[in-house]
């Protein structure tokens, strides 16, 4: 059995959503903490991780004090990138594979940086029977997405990378992402190691929005 993979110094973007693996997160970047960051991962071809803040704001207040991180993040890699006018930068970021922080560091300029250890990636897991609604409505939801102009697309509604509409932890992944969820069930969801408990709990959430049947 293969030792887990680490990383050191990885730069941290905290965050009041959660990125889940082979997700696509669109975001507007004007700290100067971040524009450093994200202009040095573009150049290196390298990942920055996403975590989930645990208290704190996105965007550093004077004063106040240093954000708390949630324990687990997604590694994300520089998928657009712009930058439509001085000091602000416009990116989709794609979800790649979790990690749990073993060590963090705020740098004096505010930025988190932290050596990681790499999470198993989900198993493949094949929706059961009784799951199917759950995926059939996701797809029915892209395919919608798709057919409209791109202007008409509600913010935040990126179709993922690599649709695998037959994977429980991919379809369970995107709905995740999707429904207006309190943070911490979002940053639960995106814990769990069992991708048929994940899809299990989601599609319980379906039913109660009735989204699914």
């Given at each position: 059995?293969?030792?887990?993979?680490?990383?050191?110094?990885?730069?941290?973007?905290?965050?009041?959503?959660?990125?889940?693996?082979?997700?696509?997160?669109?975001?507007?970047?004007?700290?100067?903490?971040?524009?450093?960051?994200?202009?040095?991962?573009?150049?290196?071809?390298?990942?920055?991780?996403?975590?989930?803040?645990?208290?704190?704001?996105?965007?550093?207040?004077?004063?106040?004090?240093?954000?708390?991180?949630?324990?687990?993040?997604?590694?994300?890699?520089?998928?657009?990138?712009?930058?439509?006018?001085?000091?602000?930068?416009?990116?989709?970021?794609?979800?790649?594979?979790?990690?749990?922080?073993?060590?963090?560091?705020?740098?004096?300029?505010?930025?988190?940086?932290?050596?990681?250890?790499?999470?198993?990636?989900?198993?493949?897991?094949?929706?059961?029977?009784?799951?199917?609604p759950a995926a059939n409505a996701?797809?029915?939801?892209?395919?919608?997405?798709?057919?409209?102009?791109?202007?008409?697309?509600?913010?935040?509604?990126?179709?993922?990378?690599?649709?695998?509409?037959?994977?429980?932890?991919?379809?369970?992944?995107?709905?995740?992402?999707?429904?207006?969820?309190?943070?911490?069930?979002?940053?639960?969801?995106?814990?769990?190691?069992?991708?048929?408990?994940?899809?299990?709990?989601v599609a319980d959430m379906l039913?109660?929005?009735?989204?699914?049947a």
């Amino acid at each position: 059995m293969s030792e887990p993979l680490t990383l050191t110094s990885l730069p941290l973007f905290p965050l009041g959503t959660a990125l889940f693996p082979a997700g696509r997160l669109p975001l507007r970047v004007f700290e100067v903490r971040y524009l450093d960051m994200i202009g040095k991962c573009q150049r290196a071809g390298a990942p920055f991780g996403v975590v989930a803040l645990a208290q704190g704001s996105e965007v550093r207040v004077a004063g106040a004090p240093p954000e708390q991180l949630q324990a687990v993040g997604t590694l994300a890699h520089i998928e657009q990138l712009g930058q439509p006018q001085p000091g602000l930068m416009t990116l989709v970021a794609r979800g790649e594979q979790r990690f749990r922080i073993d060590r963090q560091h705020r740098l004096p300029h505010g930025l988190w940086v932290a050596d990681v250890t790499l999470l198993p990636l989900d198993p493949t897991v094949a929706v059961p029977d009784d799951l199917q609604p759950a995926a059939n409505a996701l797809r029915q939801l892209h395919e919608r997405v798709a057919a409209q102009p791109p202007e008409d697309v509600p913010a935040g509604v990126l179709v993922a990378c690599d649709a695998a509409y037959d994977d429980c932890g991919w379809v369970a992944n995107r709905w995740a992402e999707l429904l207006p969820l309190p943070l911490a069930t979002r940053y639960q969801l995106l814990t769990l190691d069992n991708p048929l408990i994940r899809l299990e709990l989601v599609a319980d959430m379906l039913a109660r929005a009735g989204i699914s049947a």
